[in-house]
């Protein structure tokens, strides 16, 4: 037995609902995968109550480091142990079972650990009083130091964590995909649904990894330089380069921005993939593979220099000729996402769809990552941001584009549920999960574009300004019913069944 | 109208609704007709389907195209190369963001006459937002340390205290990271 599948085991109330299956001898694609998609179900609690924390502080007008400390933290696991630690689970046991490579061996081990560790680095950072938001700030973690908001050993403690997520995001992971697409030998005893890179499925899982890897080096250098420069391992005076605040936010945001872009055109091929699975006239294909591979190149081509929409606010340090191109490319990405748009529902048109809860909770992931791309490309419009930078409504898209693309990848997970758990779910609570879910993220969604719509400052710790409270109250009311739909799906993890196990409802169709 | 889409958030806000509502419409009606009505394959002719496509592809396009060129003239970097250009009285006002305040070398304007905000920050990332008494965001900059200073004209058009937020977070007091200017009618 893997010692991944020792873990899950062992791990009280979860450790049942995700049990890995070890009587296929199909163990070796599902015990790292199984124990990531855990553990990243566990950060989403975490997560959660942080998220309650914000709007609770607010109300009860709490101190206001405790906003800012619970902003921090309810981003970071959000965003990496949560959302990308998701993505990677599913992702791998996606690639595995479609090229017959295990996810075994030193990568995945390194790629949990590595992320885990870091997470929890950053959030005991966090916790002593490390309140530099999720998109670091930089300089403001020095600069914190300086003015007594924080200590030089949080900093450490911080940065520390935060430089083993990156090493993960960046490296370890886009590594592990590139070398089960291109170097592993494939066994054909883990082989379930063979695909090529031709498949529109695949082909976004190649992209994203070598997006990662490439616009993810720059930071890495920089990190790593300041990290050093902490550690006292090299000379203050070797680093001044790294350590110049628009050379970190400049490196920061093409990192931080094609991740997301590298997540999105990963989430839309495994929609790709899913999707014809469950066409009814049981043709298994899209309505054109030529089509989905455009809007993948369309994507990845107009997001990659997109990311100067994050400082069009800077004019004229920012020359205009800059943003006119972000501007441009952000709206491009639209285009490859019309192209997706008719692509999916071509096919569903053309071909019929069998319903299941999986399969509804990635098409209606699939309609909030549409909602949000909308919000993305209006905020990406030069005139709209000098209206929207720095409010509630670029909160909302970046929690928007998190949750759709993690409703996708859950939606993926209770496709491949059976063959990683040997269980099958039930459509009932399924149901109630795609319901609760989407009403949620809706809510969510538009109170935070509304509170930027009417001005409202993001990461502000006073929402009893200007009358704003009122929105503040409607994300705490649609988070509940956010977190009443999790409570839906973790009741249904924890009631499935045995595949031979008789019951009332039948679920998915066979996973690939 | 154009004024209202384009230079305030409820604008923005209505460009989303006219984007996300038809196409929300119509997918969803499509997901369940083909889920729950009618599951079966369509025989819809494949050169139906690549009208279709060209349609729709057109159609995005081509509003993405309008969306955006009807635009341009409320892009801050083109209003204010053209107030550069035909006004020669121009207000010149310098502001410091610091953690947390704003130094300004003026906080009281006149009605119609054009404003050069050259704004730096002197320690972290801040932002100089300006707050209509309304409560809309008139324009946001954001200054990064290090980085030459940001700049726009802007010309007030209603007298009244305008509020100056912060929006980028710079640390534990951010949120008490504000300011006033005062427009009056007249300078007279």
Redesign the interface.
């Known amino acids: 037995m893997l010692s991944a599948t020792t873990v899950i085991r062992n791990t009280p109330l979860f450790g049942r609902m995700f049990n890995v299956d070890t009587d296929t001898g199909l163990e070796e694609i599902n015990a790292w995968p199984g124990l990531m998609i855990m553990i990243s179900f566990v950060w989403l609690l975490i997560a959660g109550l942080l998220g309650v924390a914000m709007p609770v502080t607010q109300i009860f007008e709490l101190d206001?480091?405790l906003f800012?400390g619970a902003i921090t933290a309810h981003g970071a696991a959000l965003a990496f142990p949560f959302t990308f630690q998701l993505m990677v689970g599913v992702s791998l046991h996606r690639a595995a079972s479609c090229l017959g490579t295990p996810v075994t061996g030193p990568l995945p081990a390194l790629i949990f650990w590595f992320m885990n560790i870091g997470a929890l680095l950053l959030a005991l950072a966090v916790l002593l009083g490390l309140?530099i938001?999720y998109?670091v700030?930089?300089?403001?973690p020095i600069?914190?130091v300086e003015?007594g908001?924080w200590s030089m050993g949080t900093v450490i403690l911080g940065f520390t964590g935060i430089a083993l997520v990156l090493v993960t995001v960046i490296l370890l992971y886009p590594l592990q995909i590139i070398k089960m697409l291109f170097f592993d030998n494939r066994r054909d005893d883990l082989l379930l649904s063979p695909r090529s890179l031709k498949d529109p499925g695949m082909l976004g899982m190649a992209i994203a990894a070598f997006v990662l890897l490439i616009t993810g080096l720059p930071i890495i250098i920089v990190a790593s330089a300041v990290l050093l420069g902490l550690y006292g391992i090299l000379p203050m005076n070797l680093i001044t380069w790294a350590t110049?605040?628009?050379v970190f936010?400049f490196t920061f945001f093409i990192f931080a921005h094609n991740l997301m872009e590298a997540m999105a055109i990963m989430v839309i091929s495994a929609v790709y993939a899913t999707l014809p699975l469950y066409l009814?006239?049981g043709?298994r294909k899209l309505?054109s593979d030529r089509?989905a591979n455009l809007a993948l190149w369309i994507l990845l081509v107009t997001s990659l220099t997109s990311f100067f929409h994050h400082?069009f606010?800077?004019?004229?340090?920012l020359p205009?000729a800059l943003?006119y191109h972000g501007?441009?490319m952000s709206?491009g990405t639209?285009?490859g996402a019309?192209?997706t748009?008719?692509t999916i529902?071509?096919t569903?048109?053309?071909?019929?769809?069998?319903?299941d809860p999986g399969l509804m909770t990635v098409?209606m992931g699939f309609?909030l990552y549409?909602?949000d791309g909308?919000?993305a490309i209006?905020?990406s419009?030069?005139?709209?941001s000098?209206?929207?930078?720095?409010?509630m409504?670029q909160s909302g898209h970046t929690m928007a584009v998190l949750i759709a693309m993690a409703m996708i990848w859950i939606g993926v997970f209770m496709h491949h549920y059976p063959v990683i758990t040997g269980r099958t779910l039930n459509k009932k609570p399924g149901y109630w999960f795609v319901g609760l879910f989407t009403t949620g993220a809706l809510g969510v969604s538009y109170s935070f574009?509304?509170a930027?719509?009417?001005?409202m400052?993001?990461?502000?710790?006073?929402w009893n300004q200007?009358g704003w409270m009122v929105y503040g109250n409607l994300i705490l009311f649609f988070g509940l019913i956010l977190g009443a739909g999790m409570a839906a799906l973790a009741y249904d993890l924890y009631k499935s069944r045995l595949i031979s196990e008789p019951a009332g409802g039948k679920s998915a169709v066979p996973a690939e | 109208m154009l004024d209202f889409l384009y230079q305030s958030g409820w604008g923005a806000f209505t460009v989303l609704l006219f984007f996300q509502i038809p196409f929300v419409t119509v997918f969803l009606y499509i997901v369940y007709r083909k889920s729950f009505v009618d599951s079966g394959a369509s025989d819809t002719a494949s050169k139906k389907m690549t009208r279709v496509e060209t349609i729709w592809m057109s159609g995005v396009i081509g509003i993405f195209l309008l969306v955006n060129i009807v635009s341009i003239p409320y892009f801050p970097a083109i209003s204010t190369s053209q107030a550069a250009k035909l006004d020669k009285d121009i207000q010149d006002v310098d502001v410091t963001a610091m953690s947390w305040s704003y130094e300004m070398s003026e906080r009281e304007f006149v009605v119609g006459r054009p404003v050069r905000f050259n704004a730096k920050s002197s320690d972290t990332v801040h932002g100089f937002a300006i707050y209509h008494p309304n409560g809309r965001i008139l324009f946001t900059m954001m200054l990064i340390p290090g980085v030459s200073k940001s700049s726009l004209i802007y010309t007030f058009k209603d007298p009244g205290t305008y509020k100056v937020r912060c929006l980028e977070y710079c640390g534990l007091a951010h949120h008490d990271m504000n300011d006033e200017l005062v427009v009056t009618a007249s300078s007279n």
């Open positions: 206001s480091s800012y309140n938001s998109a700030m930089f300089p403001l600069v914190g003015t908001q110049e605040p628009v936010q009814a006239d043709t309505y089509l400082f606010t800077m004019f004229p340090a205009a943003s501007n441009i709206w639209g285009v019309a192209l748009i008719f529902t071509a569903i048109w053309k071909h019929g769809l069998r319903p098409i309609v549409i909602f909308v919000s209006i905020t419009n030069v005139a709209w000098f209206q929207l930078h720095g409010t409504w574009l509304a930027g719509a009417a001005g400052p993001r990461r502000f710790a006073a200007e």
